[in-house]
Antibody, heavy 119, light 113 residues
């Protein structure tokens, strides 16, 4: 059974760097084809894909946020970390991580973590 | 980027009625080498994360009731709920995984009339 859980701050000030951790179980990011994605959802708004970390370090980013995002993996800890620099109130959202194998849909998803950007 | 456009934005139907949601992609998500459509449908209930209902455009996810079905190919796809139940109240999203950036539709809210 695959599970994922997001963790990180609930409140971040504008211009700061946001660091979110996804801790997962039930698969290994050292296995060919495996991946973890980050998706966010502003309150009352649609889903927006942010980034994907793959087993082979072929990481992918949303081009609109590319220069603010970094995704890294720690295979030994079964964790994927997403950092977002220079946050703004428009980055207020629930951030989800999800299991996403290469060329596949996202399944399952973590419960999500609400991050508010406010001074 | 592949733009995913859903219609309608919302619909309200009576219990037992058929619900039909359309999703159109700005370019084909049919991969010619394997003849698979890289299209998924998700259901998101209030306060919950999305859950996959359909992948490969027409394959039901594990444990998904058979009243949910997906169809279509290329750029035009449909999610059908054959007989709407109270527990189906949710927002439904389509998503393409043909290419990055992965993109979602804007969502369709389904309510009971």
């Amino acid at each position: 059974q695959i599970t994922l859980k997001e963790s990180g701050p609930t409140l971040v000030k504008p211009t700061q760097t946001l660091t979110l951790t996804c801790t997962f179980s039930g698969f290994s990011l050292s296995t060919s084809g495996e991946g973890v994605g980050w998706i966010r959802q502003p309150p009352g708004r649609p889903l927006e894909w942010l980034a994907l970390a793959y087993w082979n370090d072929d990481n992918r980013y949303n081009p609109t946020l590319r220069y603010r995002l970094t995704i890294t993996k720690d295979t030994s800890k079964n964790q994927v970390v997403l950092t977002m620099t220079n946050v703004d109130p428009v980055d207020t959202a629930t951030y989800y991580c999800a299991h996403g194998k290469k060329g596949n849909w996202f399944d399952p998803w973590g419960q999500g973590t609400l991050v508010t950007v406010s001074s | 980027d592949i733009v995913m456009t859903q219609s309608p934005d919302s619909l309200a139907l009576s219990l037992g009625e058929r619900a039909t949601i359309s999703c159109k992609s700005s370019q084909s998500v049919l991969y010619s080498s394997n003849n698979m459509n890289y299209l998924a449908w998700y259901q998101q209930k209030p306060g919950q994360p999305p859950k996959v209902l359909i992948y490969w455009a027409s394959t039901r996810g594990s444990g998904v009731p058979d009243r949910f079905s997906g169809s279509g190919s290329g750029t035009d796809f449909t999610l059908t709920i054959s007989s709407l139940q109270a527990e189906d109240v949710a927002v439904y999203y389509c998503q393409q995984y043909y290419d990055t950036p992965r993109t979602f539709g804007q969502g369709t809210r389904v309510e009971i009339k």
